[in-house]
Antibody
Framework: QVQLVQSGAEVKKPGASVKVSCKAS????????INWVRQATGQGLEWMGW????????GYAQKFQGRVTMTRNTSISTAYMELSSLRSEDTAVYYCARGRDLVEHYYFGMDVWGQGSTVTVSS | EIVLTQSPGTLSLSPGERATLSCRAS???????LAWYQQKPGQGPRLLIY???SRATGIPDRFSGSGSGTDFTLTISRLEPEDFAVYYC????????FGGGTKVEIK
């Protein structure tokens, strides 16, 4: 079945970096964008950016520009989100989600989500 | 930058009642890029509606979306016990973002 499986929970110190992975299966990885969305405890959803799984092109929310890097490895159908200069406010659950259909050139919504990766930033 | 405002913040209803959730954009949004999600406690979001009015795979027909331009609506025709959750609208234009959410709680 179509699924995205994310890496496990991380605990980081302020100022460090974290890299979360998202492995796709059950569909052609390079046919869709992968988006990253985070959610702090008790808060709403916050879109961070996307990576075109075919070309590797990226688009980031202005808030994260300069601090986030999204990449992918097509040989293992895996996308990555690296966030640097971590601070306590970055403590959240990070989700990857399948986005734009690159073949149909259409957005059918974020229809497949990973299980979420908890990142805790604490000294 | 577009802002999505969802209202009300909380909707208190009983099972069987109709729920009407609003999502208002600060500037016009392409209907092709407007989606709705449901999220239950401890779970990730679930896609309900894309393209403002198309139901995602497996979504019951009691969920419907409508609207265009700056005003969009998610309607749940008759609330089932499993529908009590938080609902988010999302636009996926040049700078994607989510609305703040509407919590549908049991009255």
């Amino acid at each position: 079945q179509v699924q995205l499986v994310q890496s496990g929970a991380e605990v980081k110190k302020p100022g460090a970096s974290v890299k979360v992975s998202c492995k796709a299966s059950g569909y052609t990885f390079t046919s869709y964008d992968i988006n990253w969305v985070r959610q702090a405890t008790g808060q709403g959803l916050e879109w961070m950016g996307w990576v075109n799984a075919n070309s590797g092109n990226t688009g980031y929310a202005q808030k994260f520009q300069g601090r986030v890097t999204m990449t992918r490895n097509t040989s293992i159908s895996t996308a990555y989100m690296e966030l640097s200069s971590l601070r306590s406010e970055d403590t959240a659950v990070y989700y990857c989600a399948r986005g734009r259909d690159l073949v149909e050139h259409y957005y059918f919504g974020m229809d497949v989500w990973g299980q979420g990766s908890t990142v805790t930033v604490s000294s | 930058e577009i802002v999505l405002t969802q209202s009300p913040g909380t909707l208190s209803l009983s099972p069987g009642e109709r729920a009407t959730l609003s999502c208002r954009a600060s500037q016009s949004v392409s209907s092709s890029y407007l989606a709705w999600y449901q999220q239950k406690p401890g779970q990730g979001p679930r896609l309900l509606i894309y393209g403002a009015s198309s139901r995602a795979t497996g979504i019951p027909d009691r969920f419907s979306g409508s609207g265009s331009g700056t005003d969009f609506t998610l309607t749940i025709s008759r609330l089932e016990p499993e529908d009590f959750a938080v609902y988010y609208c999302q636009q996926y234009g040049s700078s994607p973002l989510f609305g703040g959410g509407t919590k549908v709680e049991i009255k």
